[in-house]
C-alpha cells in the first residue's frame, strides 16, 4: 500500500510540472491566486479559533481573579446570591452525562455498522442507513422535548424496576437507587446516547464497507464467523476511522446543551446517583446567561465556557494520542 | 466552546436587531424581562393601531435588559428586580414599576383538590430547604386539619433558568425565614439546596404534573391556563388567602410607592388582611441622557398603558398599579427627565 502511493507521487509530479510551465503565466497566476486565498481561508479559521478563545478569556478575567484556577475546578458551590461560583458539581455533569452516552453509543453503533455492511440484505441497506442519517438531522431542541415530554414519563416508569434489580447490586448499586422522577443524569446520557449514534454509526458504516472484500472473504473462506471477521477484520483494518468517530461522537457529547437542559434535572448538588438530577456546564450556560445581572456572575459562566473549552481540547489531546498508538498499531489507516 | 459561541453570535444578533429598529421612524425598541413579555406585547399591538408607533420588545431576560440599557442600544429596558437607588445614579438611569403581578405554590399530590392545601410561607422554606421532606410531615398537617395527607416523599421543582419569578419568590422565602435568608438569600439564580430545575414556568409546571408527590412555584397566569393543584397560603396578617388579581392589588395598595426612593419596594409579604404575600412587579428602565425625543416616547407608551391598558392587563391575570402609584410616577418622570 505504502509503496504504491509512493509510486503514484513520483509518477504525478513530473506531470504537474509539465503542466505547469505549458499553462503560461495566466495558469501560474491563477494558480498563485487560489494558493493564497486557500491559505487565507485556512489562517481565517484558525484566527477565528484563537480570538474566540481569547474573547473568552478576557471575558472571564474578573472571574478568573477571585476564584483562581485551581479554587474554580473544584469549587462546589454555585451561588449567585453570595457571588459564589465553583464548576465542579457541572464538570462532573459534563463527564458523567457523556460517558453514559458513550458507554451505550459505541457498541450499538458498532452492532448497527456491523449489520449493515456485512448481515444486512441488500435491500436493507440502504432504508436502514438512511433512518440513522436521518436521527441525525433532527434538531436537539427536538431531542429535548421528546426526552421531557415522551421519554422522561416512560423512563420514570422503568426506573423502579432499575431500582429493585440494579439498585440492589452491590458496590455499582449505589448509582441506581433514587426516586423515580424520569428526568436525571441518567435520562440525560440516555438522550445524549440517541443523539450521537448517528455519528458514530455512519463513520463505522462507511469504514467497514470500504474495507477490502478480499480481506473478508479470506477470512470467510477460512471458515470464520461474522464476530470473527467484525473483530479480527474489520476493527483492527478500521482502527484508526472508528476511534475517530467515537471522538466526534463524545465531542458532540460534550457540547450538547438544549436536549440536556430538558431532561438532566438541573440541580447544582453532586449525588452518587444517576437517577438523581445533576447539571452540564453547557446546560447552566443556557439556564442563567440571559438573567445574570452582576458582573462577576457573567465573568464565571463564560469562565465556565473556557473551561468546557479546555476539557474539549483534553479530549482533542487523547483523541491525537490514542490515535497515534492504534495508527502505529494498525496496518493500513485509510 | 459552541455554546458560548453561539450565545456571543446571538447577543450580536440580538443587538443589531435592536440597533436596526431604532434608526426606523416611529418606534420604540426596549428589551428585557420575560416576564412583562405577554403584557408589553399586547399593549404594543393594540397601540401600534391606535397610533401607528410601533414598540418592538425583545425578551432578552431581564439581565440582558439592564445590560442593553446600560449600553443605550435600547430605548427601555426591563428588569423583574429592581436597581437599587445607587446603581441607578451611576449608571444616569431611572426606573418604575409597570404592572403587578403574583406567583403560587403548586402540587401533585393523589388525592388533594386545587386550593384544598394550605400552606405559611416558614412552612414553604422549610419544604423547599428540605428540612420538610414528606408530605405527611406535622408542619404541613398542623395547618391541614382533617386533610388526608399521603405518606409521599417531596420532589422539589424550581426554575432551572434565571428569572424575576425566582427572585421574587426567594425575596419572600427570606422575609419569612431567618434561616433562609442567612443561607440562601434571594435573586434571579439561587443556590437551591434540593430539587429538580425546569426550564421556564412550562418546564417547572410539567415537572410539578408528571412527578407524583411534587411541589413548585409559578405565575398566576400559568396557573390558570394549565387549572394546576394551587395551595392557599397564610399571609402576614395570618388569613388564608387563594391567588387572585385583587390579592396582588392589594399588595402594591399597601405599599407606600409615593415615599419609596426610585420605587424600590418589593411587593412580597406586605401587610394587610387582603394581600397575597407571593407579589411581584416589574420595572422599566430609562436612560437619562437618552435623547429626549427617545424618552418621551417610551413614556408616553407606558403613559398610554397606564391610562388604556388595564383591562387587557387584567385578562392575561396582570393586576393596574394603584392610581397613587402612577401619579408618583408622572410626578417622577417630570423631577428627573422633565417630560
Not at chain 1, 41 to 59: C, F, N, P, Q, S
Not at chain 1, 206 to 213: C, E, H, L, Q, R
Not at chain 2, 22 to 46: C, E, F, N
Request: proline residues 5%; positive net charge; aromatic residues 10%.
Amino acid at each position: 500500500m505504502e509503496r504504491t502511493r509512493a509510486a503514484a507521487d513520483r509518477d504525478l509530479k513530473p506531470a504537474a510540472e509539465e503542466n505547469r510551465s505549458a499553462g503560461g503565466a495566466r495558469a501560474l497566476s491563477a494558480d498563485f491566486l487560489f494558493r493564497y486565498v486557500a491559505l487565507a481561508m485556512a489562517l481565517l479559521v484558525g484566527a477565528t479559533l484563537v480570538a474566540v478563545v481569547v474573547a473568552i478569556a478576557y471575558d472571564s478575567w474578573p472571574a478568573i481573579k477571585v476564584f483562581g484556577v485551581w479554587g474554580f475546578l473544584k469549587g462546589r458551590t454555585w451561588d449567585p446570591v453570595s457571588e459564589h461560583f465553583g464548576a465542579f458539581p457541572f464538570i462532573v455533569g459534563t463527564l458523567v452525562s457523556s460517558t453514559i452516552a458513550m458507554v451505550l453509543a459505541v457498541p450499538l453503533s458498532f452492532g448497527i455498522a456491523v449489520f449493515i455492511s456485512e448481515l444486512a440484505p441488500s435491500w436493507m441497506r440502504q432504508p436502514v442507513s438512511s433512518a440513522i442519517e436521518m436521527l441525525a438531522s433532527v434538531p436537539s431542541i427536538v431531542y429535548g422535548l421528546w426526552g421531557l415530554l415522551v421519554f422522561a414519563p416512560q423512563f420514570a416508569n422503568v426506573e423502579p424496576w432499575i431500582n429493585d434489580h440494579l439498585g440492589a447490586i452491590p458496590g455499582i448499586g449505589v448509582l441506581f437507587q433514587g426516586p423515580p422522577m424520569g428526568i436525571g443524569m441518567l435520562a440525560a446520557g440516555i438522550v445524549l446516547a440517541i443523539m450521537i449514534l448517528p455519528y458514530i454509526t455512519a463513520i463505522m458504516r462507511d469504514v467497514f464497507v470500504a474495507t477490502p472484500v478480499r480481506l473478508k472473504e479470506s477470512a470467510y473462506a477460512m471458515g470464520a464467523t461474522t464476530w470473527e471477521v467484525a473483530r479480527k477484520i474489520l476493527l483492527p483494518y478500521t482502527r484508526t476511522a472508528v476511534t475517530g468517530g467515537i471522538f466526534l461522537g463524545l465531542g458532540r457529547a460534550l457540547g450538547e446543551t438544549m436536549a440536556v437542559t430538558f431532561v438532566i434535572g438541573n440541580s447544582d448538588n453532586l449525588s452518587a446517583s444517576l437517577l438523581m438530577p445533576g447539571a452540564s456546564i453547557p446546560s447552566v450556560i443556557a439556564n442563567e446567561f440571559t438573567e445574570a445581572t452582576t458582573k462577576l456572575y457573567v465573568s464565571s459562566l463564560i469562565y465556565l465556557g473556557l473551561v468546557l473549552i479546555g476539557i474539549t481540547l483534553i479530549v482533542q489531546g487523547l483523541a491525537v494520542l490514542l490515535l497515534g498508538t492504534v495508527g502505529r498499531g494498525a496496518r493500513a489507516p485509510s | 466552546m459552541v455554546t458560548t459561541m453561539k450565545m456571543r453570535l446571538a447577543a450580536v444578533a440580538v443587538a443589531a436587531t435592536i440597533g436596526m429598529s431604532a434608526q426606523a421612524a416611529q418606534s420604540i425598541t426596549g428589551a428585557g424581562s420575560t416576564w412583562v413579555y405577554p403584557l408589553v406585547a399586547k399593549w404594543a399591538t393594540i397601540y401600534a393601531k391606535q397610533t401607528g408607533i410601533q414598540v418592538n420588545y425583545q425578551a432578552i431576560g431581564s439581565g440582558g435588559g439592564i445590560a442593553q440599557i446600560q449600553a443605550g442600544t435600547v430605548a427601555f429596558g426591563a428588569s423583574d428586580k429592581p436597581l437599587l437607588p445607587a446603581d441607578l445614579a451611576k449608571h444616569g438611569l431611572i426606573q418604575f414599576p409597570t404592572a403587578i403581578a403574583g406567583e403560587d405554590i403548586v402540587y401533585n399530590v393523589p388525592g388533594l383538590r386545587p386550593g384544598e392545601l394550605i400552606l405559611s410561607g416558614p412552612v414553604i422554606a422549610d419544604i423547599f430547604m428540605g428540612k420538610v421532606a414528606k408530605w405527611n410531615d406535622a408542619e404541613i398537617a398542623r395547618l391541614n386539619p382533617g386533610v388526608k395527607l399521603p405518606n409521599m416523599a417531596i420532589t422539589v421543582v424550581h426554575r432551572s433558568d434565571g428569572s424575576g419569578t425566582t427572585f421574587t419568590f426567594a425575596n419572600y422565602l427570606s422575609k419569612v425565614s431567618p434561616v433562609w435568608k442567612a443561607k440562601i438569600g434571594a435573586d434571579t439564580s439561587i443556590a437551591w439546596p434540593v430539587g429538580v430545575g425546569g426550564k421556564g414556568n412550562a418546564g417547572v409546571a410539567s415537572y410539578v404534573q408528571r412527578i407524583k408527590g411534587a411541589i413548585g412555584y409559578v405565575e398566576y397566569a400559568y396557573i390558570l391556563e394549565n387549572h394546576m393543584a394551587y395551595a392557599r397560603m397564610i399571609n402576614s396578617a395570618g388569613k388564608v388567602l387563594s391567588p387572585s388579581l385583587q390579592g396582588f392589588q392589594a399588595a402594591a395598595a399597601n405599599v407606600d410607592f409615593t415615599k419609596a426612593r426610585d420605587f424600590y419596594v418589593i411587593l412580597t409579604d406586605q401587610p394587610g388582611a387582603a394581600s397575597w404575600p407571593i407579589s411581584g412587579c416589574t420595572w422599566q428602565i430609562l436612560r437619562k441622557s437618552a435623547p429626549r425625543a427617545t424618552n418621551a416616547a417610551v413614556i408616553r407608551f407606558f403613559d398610554w398603558g397606564f391610562e388604556h391598558g388595564q383591562s387587557v392587563a387584567r385578562s392575561i391575570a396582570f393586576g393596574p398599579l394603584p392610581p397613587s402609584t402612577v401619579n408618583a410616577i408622572k410626578v417622577y418622570w417630570k423631577k428627573n427627565l422633565g417630560i
